[in-house]
């Protein structure tokens, strides 16, 4: 074959080499999706993350209102209890104690106040006669001041007697409050999701500390909320209702 026929062989090949890229590159080029909508007014879409907490929206810490020795827990930690169920028992000897001795300082007060109405009505009785003697000629003006500060005396005798009847009842409510206080029951139907102490501890009233009387947590699982702390540049972005 001659050098001219090799040469015209060669820019044929190159040709249809060009041809064939051509073609190929065509065929792999990426259609573009084109979508038609109709322009209407809608909602935004935004998201907000923020790291929080699980937690029942309804708990309750039992606390004790009186100091005194555990004698006996009725529940464990995981426990499901109903409003009013028994849950710890407190020593009540001291309690049962101070019951007594106000009932003893309530009847001893109300014998005084007794023994004073009758002093004063006696007093009454003596002022009544020194009055009629008086009005007949009968007494002087002194027997009769002096029944007369003989009945006021005994008049605020029996004030003072009615004042400490008052005082020991009031004392004796507050030793059988004390006493029943040493029974706790569940304040609401839930499950006790934690249990502080243990029986033969002494119950602290928390006065200062609000864990240090806690005995336990009851709550209530059938409501479940959710706290988080969010950013406080996406609390602009918060409304009410938003989920």
Known sequence: MSGGK????????IIIVLIVVSVVRGRGESVVEVREDTV???????AVTASGQIEAKSQVD?????TARILRITVKEGDRVEKGQLLVEL????????????E???ASSE??????TANRDQAKRALDRALELRRSAATSDESVEQAQQNYDVAVAVRRSNEAQV???????????DNLARTKLYAPISGRVVRLAVEEG????????SRDVGLLMRIADLSVIQAKVKVDETDVVRLELGDS
């Open 166 to 176: 008052l005082q020991a009842r009031a004392s004796l409510k507050e030793a059988r």
């Open 62 to 66: 039992v606390q004790s209102e009186v």
């Open 104 to 106: 003893a300082s309530l």
């Open 40 to 46: 209407a007014k809608r909602d935004l879409v935004a």
């Open 91 to 102: 020593d009540q000897v001291q309690f049962k104690g101070a019951v007594d001795r106000s």
């Open 111 to 116: 014998a005084a106040l007794m023994q004073a």
């Open 6 to 13: 090799k040469f015209g062989l060669g820019v044929v090949g």
């Open 201 to 208: 501890e002494v119950a602290q009233t928390g006065t200062f």
